[in-house]
């Protein structure tokens, strides 16, 4: 190839180039259909899944799904039975899990941030929770057992919903805190060097400036959390939650937090189990209901996002 | 700084609605409940009765707990239920724990269990409410398999036929043990319940544990596992169901309940215990006549016992009116004499095992 001096030497080697164009770049084009086969097989496999649990469900879905959203769990017949309490009992679970993780992650991700900064304990503290959001579940359920339950019974009342929203809290901290961690780390220095530069206490650059800037990612990373928690069963069976028939009695909306409960993937772990083919309708048609549920909370992290977000 | 305060101000309207809607639920399960005390308000005993009873224990037992709980709803509004079925071993930790009024078992509560909840204080009623049968089962179109005898399932299962691919692979154990042998050539394909699970147990203390504990005095099987571990294990019936009826020449356990509900998909095999063979139905398994039949138990806290919640339904259990539930939940009921025993134990406030 000749050096670009002449006007001629440019002419040619841009006829040269488009002489090569058509089929030169086989690397280039495999690697592109490599991409989208992993993006159809992805999407597709997705789009099986989802595709499985309809069909499955649809007996439920089609003509019987009002009954199957408004009733409880009867041992009777899967006609009869539905997923109610376990949409009511993921609901407050998912609260309680709210009340305890978002705080208590937030601010251990200000506190790393902002305020331990890069020092040796900060680092042995981060290194740690980010090993703690890879263990399992099951795990946890063992901890909320044997803490929750059991050591502060007095605070939970044994096993009911305090104590499973207590335990998949557990779980979720380490998450909230790594991406509350890595928001404020997103965060441009210049802002809080140029709000210290105007005068302003830490306390007003952390409060006006600083958590208002990172409050978008924090949210949709605490929303993705919680939409992690709505889908676990493991830990709640362990915990206590019902797979059996359930009902709440005479206690009022408060009393509930501290009595028996259930959740929408427990009832799918019971539905699965109990034989019988129409059961595994019911299993189906519950896994439609909480995929459309953890959907709507995506949806709400993706609002949330938009709404909140800066451009820097 | 005004779009910080307008986004601040979304948030906490955010925060409000989804507090709101929580409320809302809850306030709905209040209704629930309201609702089930006007049914009880109107219903034949005119029930105003409240408290909470929890029950776990067995998942084998589980299903019989749920049909009565709700029967009992109905009535007893006011009375807050729960039902879950963990395992037995996990029905008498909880009691031991102090944490239940009410647990099932598919089996006797064994020594150390008893020991645990009696050191914690605790006394326990013990109550037989059922019969489950644990069928031997094989893939539905398997006509080499017909009559099987302990010697035989120890042959094909017990912790010597480790590694066993092929039925033919245990014709010199089995002939050793004297069992029914031989078997033809066919891959062996073994689904059953875990060792976690109440039916694991019952099937190797039923079928297994002569022949192996014979084995294990002549020094030929190891002394700590009775079932071989190379087999397909499951908690969830429908998977073993689903496996043994998908392989020509499997073999398998479960609960004559399941096997019985899946007769077009998988043979229930019939089982010598020594008096030649019996196919498991519902009458062999009720007059103790098929070899493999267990008893199921629900134990109740003696000191919980005049609690009138946990006094209505035990009483409910085991009136006439109750035991029609059992078969409904798709186990035999209980003999007589059983249940008999089983009202006595209850009516006298017997703590202790006592069958």
Same mark, same amino acid.
């Given at each position: 190839?000749?050096?670009?001096?002449?006007?001629?030497?440019?002419?040619?080697?841009?006829?040269?180039?488009?002489?090569?164009?058509?089929?030169?770049?086989?690397?280039?084009?495999?690697?592109?259909?490599?991409?989208?086969?992993?993006?159809?097989?992805?999407?597709?496999?997705?789009?099986?899944?989802?595709?499985?649990?309809?069909?499955?469900?649809?007996?439920?879905?089609?003509?019987?799904?009002?009954?199957?959203?408004?009733?409880?769990?009867?041992?009777?017949?899967?006609?009869?039975?539905?997923?109610?309490?376990?949409?009511?009992?993921?609901?407050?679970?998912?609260?309680?899990?709210?009340?305890?993780?978002?705080?208590?992650?937030?601010?251990?991700?200000?506190?790393?941030?902002?305020?331990?900064?890069?020092?040796?304990?900060?680092?042995?503290?981060?290194?740690?929770?980010?090993?703690?959001?890879?263990?399992?579940?099951?795990?946890?359920?063992?901890?909320?057992?044997?803490?929750?339950?059991?050591?502060?019974?007095?605070?939970?009342?044994?096993?009911?919903?305090?104590?499973?929203?207590?335990?998949?809290?557990?779980?979720?901290?380490?998450?909230?805190?790594?991406?509350?961690?890595?928001?404020?780390?997103?965060?441009?220095?210049?802002?809080?060097?140029?709000?210290?530069?105007?005068?302003?206490?830490?306390?007003?650059?952390?409060?006006?400036?600083?958590?208002?800037?990172?409050?978008?990612?924090?949210?949709?990373?605490?929303?993705?959390?919680?939409?992690?928690?709505?889908?676990?069963?493991?830990?709640?069976?362990?915990?206590?939650?019902?797979?059996?028939?359930?009902?709440?009695?005479?206690?009022?909306?408060?009393?509930?937090?501290?009595?028996?409960?259930?959740?929408?993937?427990?009832?799918?772990?019971?539905?699965?189990?109990?034989?019988?083919?129409?059961?595994?309708?019911?299993?189906?048609?519950?896994?439609?209901?909480?995929?459309?549920?953890?959907?709507?909370?995506?949806?709400?992290?993706?609002?949330?996002?938009?709404?909140?977000?800066?451009?820097? | 700084?005004?779009?910080?305060?307008?986004?601040?101000?979304?948030?906490?309207?955010?925060?409000?609605?989804?507090?709101?809607?929580?409320?809302?639920?809850?306030?709905?399960?209040?209704?629930?409940?309201? %609702? =089930? *005390?006007?049914?009880?308000?109107? $219903? @034949?005993?005119?029930?105003?009765?409240? /408290?909470?009873? #929890?029950? +776990?224990?067995?998942?084998?037992?589980?299903?019989?707990?749920?049909?009565?709980?709700?029967?009992?709803?109905?009535?007893?509004?006011?009375?807050?239920?729960?039902?879950?079925?963990?395992?037995?071993?996990?029905?008498?930790?909880?009691?031991?724990?102090?944490?239940?009024?009410?647990?099932?078992?598919?089996?006797?509560?064994?020594?150390?269990?008893?020991?645990?909840?009696?050191?914690?204080?605790?006394?326990?009623?013990?109550?037989?409410?059922?019969?489950?049968?644990?069928?031997?089962?094989?893939?539905?179109?398997?006509?080499?398999?017909?009559?099987?005898?302990?010697?035989?399932?120890?042959?094909?299962?017990?912790?010597?036929?480790?590694?066993?691919?092929?039925?033919?692979?245990?014709?010199?154990?089995?002939?050793?043990? %004297? =069992? *029914?042998?031989?078997?033809?050539? $066919? @891959?062996?394909?073994?689904?059953?319940? /875990?060792?976690? #699970?109440? +039916?694991?147990?019952?099937?190797?203390?039923?079928?297994?544990?002569?022949?192996?504990?014979?084995?294990?005095?002549?020094?030929?099987?190891?002394?700590?596992?009775?079932?071989?571990?190379?087999?397909?294990?499951?908690?969830?019936?429908?998977?073993?169901?689903?496996?043994?009826?998908?392989?020509?020449?499997?073999?398998?356990?479960?609960?004559?309940?399941?096997?019985?509900?899946?007769?077009?998909?998988?043979?229930?095999?019939?089982?010598?215990?020594?008096?030649?063979?019996?196919?498991?139905?519902?009458?062999?398994?009720?007059?103790?006549?098929?070899?493999?039949?267990?008893?199921?138990?629900?134990?109740?806290?003696?000191?919980?016992?005049?609690?009138?919640?946990?006094?209505?339904?035990?009483?409910?259990?085991?009136?006439?009116? =109750?035991?029609?539930?059992?078969?409904?939940?798709?186990?035999?009921?209980?003999?007589?004499?059983?249940?008999?025993?089983?009202?006595?134990?209850?009516?006298?406030?017997?703590?202790?095992?006592?069958?």
């Amino acid at each position: 190839m000749s050096v670009l001096t002449s006007p001629a030497g440019i002419a040619a080697d841009t006829a040269d180039a488009l002489r090569r164009r058509p089929g030169a770049d086989v690397a280039g084009a495999v690697f592109k259909w490599l991409l989208i086969g992993a993006t159809v097989f992805a999407t597709g496999f997705l789009a099986v899944l989802l595709a499985v649990m309809i069909v499955d469900g649809w007996d439920v879905l089609s003509g019987n799904l009002w009954h199957f959203l408004t009733h409880g769990f009867s041992q009777r017949s899967a006609a009869e039975a539905g997923v109610w309490q376990g949409i009511i009992g993921s609901l407050q679970v998912a609260l309680v899990t709210g009340v305890f993780a978002v705080p208590i992650g937030v601010a251990t991700a200000i506190y790393l941030v902002e305020y331990a900064q890069d020092s040796r304990f900060a680092r042995i503290v981060e290194l740690n929770i980010r090993n703690l959001a890879g263990v399992p579940s099951i795990v946890y359920g063992l901890l909320g057992l044997a803490v929750f339950v059991q050591t502060i019974h007095g605070f939970t009342q044994g096993k009911t919903v305090i104590a499973g929203g207590m335990t998949l809290a557990a779980m979720v901290l380490p998450i909230i805190v790594i991406t509350s961690v890595e928001a404020l780390k997103a965060v441009p220095s210049s802002l809080r060097e140029a709000a210290y530069g105007v005068g302003a206490t830490k306390w007003e650059v952390l409060s006006r400036q600083v958590l208002p800037a990172a409050l978008s990612t924090i949210l949709t990373g605490t929303v993705l959390a919680l939409a992690r928690a709505l889908g676990e069963a493991a830990p709640l069976i362990l915990v206590g939650a019902a797979t059996g028939f359930l009902s709440f009695g005479d206690a009022n909306m408060l009393e509930t937090f501290t009595g028996p409960y259930t959740a929408l993937p427990v009832q799918i772990f019971n539905f699965a189990r109990l034989p019988g083919a129409d059961w595994g309708v019911n299993a189906a048609a519950a896994s439609v209901v909480i995929l459309v549920l953890v959907l709507a909370v995506n949806g709400l992290a993706i609002y949330l996002r938009n709404r909140f977000e800066k451009q820097w | 700084m005004q779009k910080i305060c307008s986004s601040t101000k979304l948030l906490v309207a955010l925060l409000a609605a989804f507090a709101l809607l929580a409320a809302a639920c809850g306030g709905s399960d209040d209704d629930d409940g309201d %609702g =089930g *005390s006007a049914t009880a308000a109107t $219903g @034949a005993d005119g029930s105003s009765l409240s /408290g909470s009873i #929890s029950v +776990t224990g067995s998942s084998t037992v589980e299903p019989i707990t749920s049909l009565l709980a709700e029967a009992f709803a109905e009535t007893h509004g006011g009375v807050a239920f729960s039902v879950a079925g963990p395992g037995s071993g996990d029905g008498h930790k909880a009691a031991c724990a102090g944490e239940v009024q009410i647990w099932n078992s598919s089996r006797q509560i064994k020594d150390e269990e008893a020991e645990c909840i009696n050191g914690a204080g605790i006394e326990f009623i013990e109550l037989r409410v059922a019969i489950d049968g644990i069928s031997v089962i094989t893939a539905a179109g398997n006509d080499a398999i017909g009559c099987l005898n302990f010697e035989d399932l120890y042959s094909l299962v017990g912790v010597e036929s480790t590694g066993f691919d092929s039925w033919a692979d245990a014709n010199s154990l089995n002939a050793e043990l %004297g =069992g *029914s042998g031989p078997f033809g050539d $066919g @891959a062996l394909e073994i689904f059953a319940p /875990g060792e976690e #699970s109440g +039916t694991f147990d019952s099937f190797i203390e039923i079928a297994l544990e002569d022949v192996w504990e014979h084995r294990v005095e002549a020094g030929h099987a190891d002394e700590n596992f009775a079932v071989r571990p190379d087999y397909n294990a499951s908690a969830n019936d429908n998977v073993i169901i689903d496996g043994v009826s998908g392989n020509e020449h499997s073999l398998g356990w479960v609960g004559f309940a399941f096997a019985d509900e899946n007769r077009d998909k998988v043979k229930l095999v019939d089982v010598d215990g020594g008096d030649g063979c019996v196919a498991p139905t519902p009458e062999t398994i009720a007059s103790a006549e098929f070899p493999i039949a267990r008893f199921l138990y629900t134990y109740i806290d003696a000191g919980q016992a005049s609690d009138p919640a946990v006094k209505a339904f035990v009483d409910f259990m085991l009136s006439d009116e =109750g035991q029609p539930y059992v078969v409904e939940a798709g186990y035999v009921g209980l003999s007589p004499a059983d249940l008999e025993q089983s009202r006595s134990n209850w009516n006298n406030l017997t703590t202790g095992t006592t069958f």
